[in-house]
């Protein structure tokens, strides 16, 4: 599992050659041209470079849209003879206006989990009532927004949370769509710190000990809040499907105990994102859109069949498995340095141009990704090597251990894949390093999406 916690680097693998392949680390149309440099969609990673310089983020569209496409698809598909199903794409995974056009013209809806998320998904032209929100400590201009916008769903996370929706949908005389964001208990994931449903954390309102029915029931009785259902998030990057089978019997039985209760069947269960993707050759064969949805099909058909209730129109959030694999980036090796290890080997540490500000997951999970040089094909051996950034922290890891060519110098441009998630949407501007661009290519022509900040956007926003 890539973004497990180890205590030994993992082995030195090269990374594996472009495959073409949805399933791989690489976009999907990334190969190596006829002289060994990476081709994305046509376009030379030397002229991306060359034109809009590293490090940067490159997008594939198409492999994007792909992705997307194939969730809404499979989706579809699996849920046709049940009462329908919706695909959020997560925006927190990596959210732009092109970006959020591209999903929702795929079929998709948006996610958001701030007001800034909320306001590109707007920007983007993508309609209210296709728009969820999140968050577990939402402002109240967020709260108002989204009842002007008139978006799909609030997720309530919080007892006092319920009061302050329905305050101020009253204010407006609008009724709140609200779905409960139910903690089920399930631990998967990752890693910890990605890990969402487990008791002892801030997020969702807790089942067993009764805090979601208490949600529910406060909700119920306002007027102003119209209850569309309940909501379960178990974590991310996750390989396994098995978690969400056991979170969506505990959702699906607590609609069923309020249906008994009550006589009020929630019309919409939403069973959340975190599916997986390769970061590496070594991690396992991530789950495809279709066996997802299958999986979750399987499990509410049988689940409701089992507690006697109607199927609920069922909603999923995708972000990482959408945007990860769609994009690579592109930094420019400095820096070599042989370094002598205590157990007598020898590793090449390879320094790049950015580093923990454009990519904060190695340090904060420990997580795994590989790279490959990008600008030539090289017959040098292949050496254990690290690549660090440039960062004032020895922690500022990109890829903790790869095989590289020993050949590899300064000048030479490297490619890091399945960045696309969580890299720019987490990027910081530690030392002061200007954020580097989304550059989308898509048929042998390159768009930027999010431009490079410059020194003067740092410096402009220091007042003296
Ligand atoms: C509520 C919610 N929905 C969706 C996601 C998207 O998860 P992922 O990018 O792992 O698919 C997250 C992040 O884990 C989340 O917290
Ligand atoms: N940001 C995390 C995942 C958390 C997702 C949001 N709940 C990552 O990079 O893996």
Same mark, same amino acid.
């Given at each position: 599992?890539?973004?497990?916690?180890?205590?030994?680097?993992?082995?030195?693998?090269?990374?594996?050659?472009?495959?073409?392949?949805?399933?791989?680390?690489?976009?999907?149309?990334?190969?190596?041209?006829?002289?060994?440099?990476?081709? &994305?969609?046509?376009?030379?990673?030397?002229?991306?470079?060359?034109?809009?310089?590293?490090?940067?983020?490159?997008?594939?569209?198409?492999?994007?849209?792909?992705? *997307?496409?194939?969730?809404?698809?499979?989706?579809?598909?699996?849920?046709?003879?049940?009462?329908?199903?919706?695909?959020?794409?997560?925006?927190?995974?990596?959210?732009?206006?092109?970006?959020?056009?591209?999903?929702?013209?795929?079929?998709?809806?948006?996610?958001?989990?701030?007001?800034?998320?909320?306001?590109?998904?707007?920007?983007?032209?993508?309609?209210?009532?296709?728009?969820?929100?999140?968050?577990?400590?939402?402002?109240?201009?967020?709260?108002?927004?989204?009842?002007?916008?008139?978006?799909?769903?609030?997720?309530?996370?919080?007892?006092?949370?319920?009061?302050?929706? *329905?305050?101020?949908?009253?204010?407006?005389? &609008?009724?709140?769509?609200?779905?409960?964001?139910?903690?089920?208990?399930?631990?998967?994931?990752?890693?910890?710190?990605?890990?969402?449903?487990?008791?002892?954390?801030?997020?969702?309102?807790?089942?067993?000990?009764?805090?979601?029915?208490?949600?529910?029931?406060?909700?119920?009785?306002?007027?102003?809040?119209?209850?569309?259902?309940?909501?379960?998030?178990?974590?991310?990057?996750?390989?396994?499907?098995?978690?969400?089978?056991?979170?969506?019997?505990?959702?699906?039985?607590?609609?069923?105990?309020?249906?008994?209760?009550?006589?009020?069947?929630?019309?919409?269960?939403?069973?959340?994102?975190?599916?997986?993707? *390769?970061?590496?050759?070594?991690?396992?064969?991530?789950?495809?859109?279709?066996?997802?949805?299958?999986?979750?099909?399987?499990?509410?058909?049988?689940?409701?069949?089992?507690?006697?209730?109607?199927?609920?129109?069922?909603?999923?959030?995708?972000?990482?498995?959408?945007?990860?694999?769609?994009?690579?980036?592109?930094?420019?090796?400095?820096?070599?340095?042989?370094?002598?290890?205590?157990?007598?080997?020898?590793?090449?540490?390879?320094?790049?141009?950015?580093?923990?500000?454009?990519?904060?997951?190695?340090?904060?999970?420990?997580?795994?990704?590989?790279?490959?040089?990008?600008?030539?094909?090289?017959?040098?051996?292949?050496?254990?090597?690290?690549?660090?950034?440039?960062?004032?922290?020895?922690?500022?890891?990109? &890829?903790?251990?790869?095989?590289?060519?020993?050949?590899?110098?300064?000048?030479?441009?490297?490619?890091?894949?399945?960045?696309?998630?969580?890299?720019?949407?987490?990027?910081?501007?530690?030392?002061?390093?200007?954020?580097?661009?989304?550059?989308?290519?898509?048929?042998?022509?390159?768009?930027?999406?999010?431009?490079?900040?410059?020194?003067?956007?740092?410096?402009?926003?220091?007042?003296?």
């Amino acid at each position: 599992m890539s973004a497990a916690h180890a205590a030994a680097p993992p082995p030195a693998a090269p990374a594996p050659e472009p495959d073409g392949t949805s399933t791989g680390v690489w976009p999907t149309s990334v190969r190596r041209g006829d002289d060994g440099a990476l081709v &994305v969609a046509g376009v030379d990673v030397r002229d991306i470079a060359a034109e809009h310089g590293t490090p940067a983020y490159v997008l594939d569209e198409a492999d994007l849209r792909g992705r *997307a496409r194939a969730y809404a698809r499979a989706f579809a598909a699996a849920f046709a003879d049940l009462a329908g199903a919706d695909v959020y794409y997560a925006g927190k995974a990596f959210l732009s206006v092109a970006v959020a056009r591209w999903v929702h013209d795929e079929g998709l809806r948006v996610d958001t989990a701030t007001g800034g998320e909320l306001a590109v998904a707007l920007r983007a032209g993508v309609p209210g009532g296709h728009i969820g929100l999140h968050g577990n400590n939402k402002s109240v201009d967020e709260i108002v927004t989204a009842l002007e916008q008139g978006v799909g769903r609030i997720v309530v996370d919080s007892l006092a949370e319920v009061d302050v929706v *329905a305050r101020l949908a009253a204010e407006r005389g &609008v009724r709140a769509p609200v779905m409960v964001r139910v903690t089920t208990g399930v631990h998967a994931g990752g890693h910890e710190f990605i890990a969402t449903a487990h008791e002892d954390q801030k997020f969702g309102l807790s089942l067993t000990s009764g805090a979601a029915r208490k949600a529910v029931d406060e909700i119920l009785a306002r007027p102003d809040l119209d209850l569309v259902g309940l909501h379960s998030h178990i974590g991310s990057q996750i390989m396994d499907l098995a978690g969400f089978e056991v979170a969506a019997r505990a959702v699906l039985g607590l609609r069923a105990q309020v249906a008994a209760d009550t006589g009020y069947l929630m019309p919409e269960v939403d069973l959340g994102g975190g599916y997986g993707i *390769a970061y590496t050759g070594a991690d396992a064969t991530p789950p495809t859109p279709e066996e997802v949805a299958a999986a979750l099909a399987g499990v509410v058909r049988r689940a409701c069949a089992e507690l006697g209730t109607a199927v609920p129109r069922v909603s999923v959030e995708p972000g990482r498995s959408i945007v990860g694999p769609s994009a690579l980036t592109l930094y420019t090796v400095g820096t070599v340095k042989d370094v002598q290890l205590d157990d007598g080997g020898r590793r090449t540490y390879v320094s790049v141009d950015g580093g923990m500000s454009d990519n904060i997951r190695p340090a904060l999970y420990e997580a795994d990704y590989t790279a490959a040089l990008a600008g030539r094909a090289s017959a040098a051996e292949a050496v254990p090597s690290r690549v660090v950034g440039k960062h004032c922290e020895s922690g500022d890891i990109v &890829v903790r251990g790869v095989a590289l060519p020993a050949d590899v110098a300064a000048g030479d441009l490297l490619a890091v894949p399945a960045t696309g998630a969580y890299g720019r949407s987490m990027a910081s501007n530690y030392n002061l390093v200007p954020r580097p661009p989304v550059l989308a290519v898509r048929d042998g022509a390159v768009r930027v999406l999010v431009r490079r900040e410059t020194l003067e956007d740092l410096l402009a926003l220091d007042q003296g």
